[in-house]
């Protein structure tokens, strides 16, 4: 969603350093031992937020918006594992393209960057070149998550539990040019349900934001109130084992979006298809769809991602 705010200003020079300061001090975070449930038999696919094995998960994404934006980005992604019941996760990205080109709003504005004659526009725009595109990295976002054994549950199907988690998530503005990022430093808490479903290792989560701005960089940025929903649900296709078939999941997920401040709804479904490789190693593919027409909304996604188990 902040791919389509680039009418504004936003952070400056020393963004570089501070994101790979963050990068490195999550990457050199020691991992955990085996008896720390790095990713066992109840988390065979590294998508369950109730194991806290710690977990690199690089992926790159392209995405499409309605207003025909596109960007891709590879990002720098991992959990760690903080205590018996806390864990944080980083997500980086470390290689960021955005290309404005077939947007009506850039109009003739190529011709005028190139020639330099751009001088009293939003910095935004100056990032980009002639050609529509910048590149560079984007803002860094951190979660901390944390679990209590009192709020676990006996669940209705097969034995298995109901876990209620919080946390929060924050973005931070520290994107290398103005154009990758937003310009607004975003707080949100979280409150994720889990349940365990019929089948084994089936299981169901859903993970709720309120996102709130508690700093505007340079005073740009808009207000942000907003719930955002991540609801997933993980369905094992094929057991694990040697053959090519063998270690298929699907775990499709709906993000639905209220924005309080613009008086606006919009849905993305994403359903992922991953398999296993070996223990502690897995490749996954996901499309994606916004299910809305708003100009600034997802159109179409793409995601390719790798995890490893530590």
Do not use: C
Not at 52 to 75: A, C, H, I
Not at 147 to 170: S, W
């Amino acid at each position: 969603m902040g791919f389509s705010r680039w009418f504004g200003s936003a952070p400056g020079g020393p963004a570089l350093r501070a994101s790979m300061l963050l990068a490195a001090i999550a990457l050199l975070t020691p991992a955990p031992t085996a008896a720390q449930d790095a990713g066992g038999e109840d988390d065979a696919t590294g998508t369950d937020p109730r194991a806290f094995g710690s977990k690199f998960m690089p992926y790159w994404r392209y995405t499409d918006l309605e207003n025909d934006l596109r960007s891709w980005q590879l990002t720098a992604f991992g959990l760690v594992r903080l205590a018996d019941w806390a864990a944080m996760t980083y997500e980086i990205p470390i290689a960021k393209e955005t290309d404005i080109s077939d947007v009506d709003a850039f109009g003739g504005l190529g011709e005028q960057l190139g020639s330099g004659t751009i001088n009293s526009v939003p910095s935004r725009i100056g990032s980009f070149g002639p050609d529509g595109e910048t590149f560079g990295i984007g803002d860094p976002n951190l979660r901390f998550f944390a679990k209590n054994e009192n709020f676990r549950f006996p669940g209705p199907f097969r034995d298995g539990q109901i876990e209620l988690m919080g946390g929060f998530e924050t973005l931070l503005p520290l994107a290398s040019k103005d154009a990758l990022g937003d310009d607004t430093w975003i707080l949100s808490p979280m409150f994720i349900y889990v349940m365990d479903m019929p089948l084994p290792f089936s299981f169901m989560a859903l993970m709720n934001f309120y996102d709130f701005d508690i700093h505007k960089k340079g005073g740009g940025g808009g207000d942000v109130s907003r719930f955002r929903g991540r609801w997933f649900y993980m369905q094992p296709l094929t057991p694990p084992g040697d053959e090519w078939w063998s270690g298929l999941y699907l775990l499709p997920e709906l993000q639905p979006v209220y924005d309080f401040e613009q008086d606006e709804f919009s849905l993305w479904l994403g359903p992922e298809l991953g398999k296993i490789l070996a223990p502690g190693r897995l490749l996954y593919l996901k499309p994606g769809w916004g299910l809305s027409s708003e100009s600034n909304e997802r159109d179409f996604t793409f995601e390719v991602g790798f995890r490893y188990f530590f």
